[in-house]
Each structure stands twice: as structure tokens, then as C-alpha cells.
């Protein structure tokens, strides 16, 4: 397992502000030296709080890319659809270039929105960052435990998961491979419901999806107890 440093939030205003500070000292960063920051977005409660507060930070996002970990199989007007989150609490109130938003297409049937978020992306190098809830079965992007087999690949970095334990239960997410090919990892999430989970993480014994995460750089786990 990759190292994994793990940081415990008793505030929750703590906890947001050190993640969207986490995000944005990676983007000047990123921009200054490359001129673009590649970040890959997840969906969930927590989010939510964070983009409302991630608006305020000083990022030219112009010069970034965005990326969605996964996404649900839904009607592109549903409140479930990930980028739908994104855009209301996010993009709605930020100066972004539009064109720099990569997003799976769910007016397409399950398996062409697949194969065209593959092509979107498939030339995008290493990502800067990772973010990533924490499901209360221990599931990140859509990656489940011991649901492997109700994944079917479309390419190198895209996967159909069928069947999930979760509804919707049909999502597009990008696979363990590709998610892993980034330079930092930051997982976040509220303690409560998933003791068992957060405690496995912090003593590195755990045997969920997150054990198989391998960023070139840094991996943390923000929680708030």
C-alpha cells in the first residue's frame, strides 16, 4: 500500500479550508511550472461544501483542466449527475474556459457515453490531482469492493460498471490505472457511518479499493470526526 498520510479534522470549517488550500497552492503550483493544472473532480455531500468555498480561492481557472472520476448514468437534467453538482455549486460562479471541462455525455446510450469520455481524454497526460469521496462501503470514484467483475473496459482509462450496489446502478468512472496516473491523491470524507473504513485507511490495513491507489507523488486522507 502506498503510504498514506492521514489528517483528522475536529472543525468542519477547518476541514474544508485545508482542502481547498491543499487544491489551490497545487494549482499555482502547477500553472507556474507547467501553465496548466489537470485536476480530476468526484461527486458526493462533501463536495458540495467545498466547491462553495473553493470559488474563493485565487486559482486562475482558465489554465485548468477538469476531469470527473466517475460519473452516474442518469438524465443529463438529474440533480445525480455528478457534473450537474459541479456546475451549480462550481463552474456557475467561476471564469472558466468551458472547453477545458471533460465530461461524459449521458444523451448517448451507456456504452457510446463511455467510449467518447475515453477519447476526450485519452491523450491527457498525468493528472496534477485527484479528488476522491469515500463511500460507506468504502468505494472511491465508482470503484466498489469485489465488484471488478461488473466492469467492463472501454479502453485504457474509461470502465462501465454494471450492477453497482449503489443507485444509479449504471456509471461510467475512470479505471484504478488511470486514476493512479496522477501525482497526488486527496481523499476526504465525515467519520461518521464509516469508523470501521477510516480506521482500516489510518492503520493501513484496509481492504478496500483505496489500498490499490498509486500516485507518483502524495496520497492523503483528510476526515472529519
Known amino acids: ?19 481547498c488550500g491543499i487544491i489551490s497552492k497545487l494549482a499555482k503550483e502547477s500553472i507556474e511550472h507547467s501553465g496548466v493544472f489537470r485536476i480530476v473532480l468526484t461527486g458526493g455531500n462533501t463536495i458540495k461544501r467545498i466547491y462553495e468555498s473553493l470559488v474563493l480561492e485565487d486559482i486562475d481557472w482558465n489554465r485548468c483542466e477538469f476531469f470527473f472520476g466517475d460519473e452516474r448514468y442518469v438524465d443529463k437534467a438529474s440533480e445525480e449527475l455528478n457534473y450537474n453538482l459541479s456546475y451549480h455549486c462550481f463552474f456557475s460562479k467561476i471564469s472558466y474556459d468551458y472547453k477545458k471541462v471533460f465530461k461524459c455525455n449521458t444523451d448517448l ?9 475515453e477519447k476526450q481524454i485519452s491523450k491527457t497526460p498525468v493528472f496534477d490531482l485527484v479528488l476522491f469521496g469515500l463511500g460507506d462501503d468504502g468505494h472511491i470514484a465508482s470503484l466498489f469492493p469485489g465488484k471488478q467483475s461488473d466492469m467492463e473496459m472501454v ?5 462501465i460498471v454494471k450492477n453497482a ?22 481523499i476526504f470524507t465525515q467519520v461518521k457511518g464509516k469508523e470501521k473504513i477510516v480506521n482500516s485507511i489510518v492503520d493501513q490495513t484496509v481492504g ?4 490499490d491507489l498509486r500516485p507518483k507523488e502524495s496520497l492523503q486522507l483528510f476526515y472529519l470526526r
Open 165 to 186: 450496489p449503489k443507485t444509479p446502478s449504471n456509471r461510467i468512472t475512470l479505471t484504478l490505472e488511470r486514476l493512479n496516473e496522477t501525482k497526488h491523491q486527496l
Open 109 to 117: 446510450d451507456l456504452e457510446n457515453s463511455a467510449l467518447d469520455y
Open 208 to 211: 478496500y479499493p483505496i489500498a
Open 1 to 19: 500500500m502506498f503510504p498514506i498520510e492521514s489528517i483528522a479534522f475536529d472543525s468542519e470549517i477547518d476541514f474544508i479550508q485545508e482542502i
Open 155 to 159: 479502453g485504457n482509462s474509461v470502465a
